[in-house]
């Protein structure tokens, strides 16, 4: 999400999505920057606006490898990444957001289906509930994020949820915890710079913090979807969205 004083020059967020409601021809997906739950979109997504070169050439983002330079990213603050993808959210994020705004859990998420959001290779961030298999995603407004404010600001930034805070980095580490590799995210507009500055010792450890948050609350996910399963069998219609934000301590 822009912010004059994002973390390691960057602008934050995370996560494979799609924006908008309904609108196929504008869906986008975000390439999830932990790597093995990646995904892509299948239609629709626009190629990110690339930084100008010295020589005035432009390059695409998702074929830019180049770690040393990637390095130098720096968030304009455009807001482009808070209005058009949706993002995933994990327990912890929408807890983080609760406390800090007093918004009820409800009000803070939406739930999409599989049209709605590229995750078929993500089957594990999909909740079981009496609608359907859905997943849980931050609430949008007719700007985008409901929090984004109207001078394109965050306004929950100390306490967004992870998946903002690691966007647009795609990194690789070695066993020794060195950078091997680092790529942009691709999930919208991004009017990015190559003047900045980031420290690759925040970057993995806030990409490892997304990591354990992610998996701890898919584990939450597979017990939730194997107790609906055992409803199912049992003659039993699966329970609802509020039951499953209370089964996490939400609501």
Not at 160 to 172: H, S, V
């Amino acid at each position: 999400m822009a912010h004059s004083d994002a973390p390691w020059g960057g602008s934050a967020f995370g996560g494979s999505l799609r924006p908008g409601v309904g609108d196929s021809a504008n869906r986008v997906a975000l390439v999830s920057a932990i790597r093995g739950i990646a995904s892509l979109a299948r239609s629709g997504v626009p190629a990110a606006r690339p930084p100008s070169t010295a020589r005035g050439e432009f390059v695409r983002s998702r074929d830019v490898t180049d770690s040393p330079r990637l390095l130098k990213f720096r968030c304009t603050s455009c807001g482009n990444c808070c209005k058009d993808p949706l993002l995933p959210l994990t327990d912890a994020d929408v807890a983080r957001i609760s406390a800090r705004t007093g918004d009820p859990a409800e009000e803070i998420v939406r739930w999409v289906d599989r049209h709605g959001i590229e995750m078929d290779d993500e089957p594990e961030g999909f909740v079981s509930l009496r609608q359907g298999k859905r997943v849980m995603v931050l609430r949008h407004g007719r700007r985008g994020c409901r929090y984004l404010g109207a001078d394109d600001r965050c306004t929950i930034y100390t306490s967004r949820p992870l998946g903002c805070r690691i966007f647009p980095f795609d990194p690789t580490f070695r066993k020794d915890g060195t950078l091997r590799r680092l790529q942009l995210i691709q999930a919208t507009d991004c009017k990015y710079e190559l003047d900045g500055k980031n420290d690759v010792d925040e970057m993995r450890t806030l990409h490892k913090r997304y990591e354990v948050a992610t998996e701890a609350y898919q584990d939450k996910i597979a017990d939730w979807n194997k107790a609906q399963a055992k409803r199912k069998r049992s003659g039993a219609r699966p329970e609802t969205a509020r039951r499953f934000l209370e089964f996490l301590g939400l609501s």
